[in-house]
């Protein structure tokens, strides 16, 4: 039937379909700063700040610029010492993406193949969101200002295989 010679095998064969799908939890971090409140000398990295209370909200009703996390969890460390807080102890936002192509080919002759195709990148339009601002002397500490990844994108194409 699909591999006829007829009008209905020009029409309904020769199709491709093909789709990627990626899925990812968020990545881990902590709440810390690059100030030196332990006095150790510059260069010493990050240092945590102390978890005071519950440093999770619900994400459900997250949305643009809203906060991802309790900041009111965390708290300075007295000067001279570290904070306390267990590493990684939040997530940034996960990411998904659904990419998907549709061809169709055209038979010329027996050494030639005409292709069209229609791709698209992101098609739900689902937006991905950046990670959260972790350092607690920032303007936008526990805000997600920014997203990843594209809008929909779709592209269309011919190709000539010879």
Same mark, same amino acid.
């Given at each position: 039937f699909l591999r006829g010679s007829g009008w209905l095998h020009h029409i309904i064969g020769n199709w491709e379909i093909s789709g990627i799908n990626q899925f990812q939890s968020g990545a881990p971090f +902590?709440?810390?700063?690059?100030?030196?409140?332990?006095? =150790?000398?510059?260069? +010493?990295? +990050?240092?945590?700040?102390?978890? =005071? @209370?519950?440093?999770?909200?619900?994400?459900?009703?997250?949305?643009?610029?809203?906060?991802?996390?309790?900041? %009111? %969890?965390? %708290?300075?460390?007295?000067?001279? *010492?570290f904070g306390k807080q267990p590493k990684n102890l939040l997530y940034n936002p996960s990411f998904w993406s659904?990419?998907?192509?549709?061809?169709?080919? !055209?038979? =010329? *002759?027996?050494?030639?193949?005409? $292709?069209?195709r229609w791709e698209v990148f992101n098609v739900p339009n689902h937006p991905n969101w950046g990670g959260a601002d972790a350092n607690p002397t920032s303007g936008t500490f526990g805000l997600v200002t920014g997203? *990843? @990844?594209?809008?929909?994108?779709? $592209?269309?194409?011919?190709?000539? !295989? !010879?």
């Open positions: +902590s709440v810390r700063t690059g100030n030196d409140i332990a006095g =150790v000398g510059s260069g +010493s990295g +990050s240092q945590f700040y102390n978890l =005071v @209370g519950d440093p999770y909200i619900d994400p459900t009703g997250f949305t643009d610029s809203a906060v991802w996390f309790n900041k %009111a %969890a965390f %708290a300075r460390p007295a000067a001279g *010492t659904w990419d998907m192509g549709l061809r169709k080919n !055209f038979v =010329v *002759t027996e050494h030639q193949k005409l $292709q069209a997203k *990843t @990844g594209d809008r929909r994108v779709m $592209q269309l194409a011919l190709k000539y !295989f !010879f």
